[in-house]
């Protein structure tokens, strides 16, 4: 098959099924939103879930779900325990640390 004709799958199912709905790119992007915001505070330095949700404005479940998230891929890392919460660091190696 030449390179001209080989399609990639994200180019069939688009054909296929149209381009994403709108809500689900919404989503993505209040995901993001949220993502940006808590990088941006934890770039200050080791922050717990309570200090980041009142830093960001964002409600502590909310926060808690990202971090989690977050920490599963490896964008941060628990920094220490302190009494009753786990303070969270920007990853080492994190290049959109540096770069935001």
Same mark, same amino acid.
């Given at each position: 098959?030449?390179? !001209?004709?080989?399609?990639? $799958?994200v180019?069939? &199912?688009?054909?296929?099924?149209g381009?994403?709905?709108?809500e689900?790119? !919404?989503?993505?992007?209040?995901?993001?939103? /949220?993502?940006?915001?808590?990088?941006? /505070?934890?770039k200050?330095?080791?922050?717990t879930?309570?200090?980041?949700?009142?830093? $960001?404005?964002?409600?502590?479940?909310e /926060? &808690?779900?990202? /971090? %989690?998230? %977050?920490?599963? #891929?490896? &964008?941060?890392? *628990?920094? *220490? =325990?302190?009494? =009753? @919460? @786990?303070? #969270?660091? &920007?990853? !080492?190696? =994190? *290049? $959109?640390?540096?770069? !935001?």
């Amino acid at each position: 098959m030449s390179a !001209e004709k080989k399609k990639s $799958t994200v180019s069939i &199912l688009k054909e296929r099924f149209g381009p994403p709905p709108k809500e689900v790119l !919404e989503r993505i992007k209040k995901y993001n939103a /949220v993502r940006a915001a808590i990088k941006k /505070v934890l770039k200050e330095g080791p922050k717990t879930v309570p200090e980041i949700a009142s830093a $960001t404005g964002i409600p502590s479940p909310e /926060v &808690l779900w990202h /971090v %989690m998230s %977050m920490k599963k #891929y490896g &964008l941060i890392a *628990e920094h *220490e =325990d302190e009494m =009753d @919460y @786990y303070s #969270y660091r &920007l990853a !080492e190696g =994190d *290049e $959109t640390a540096q770069g !935001e």
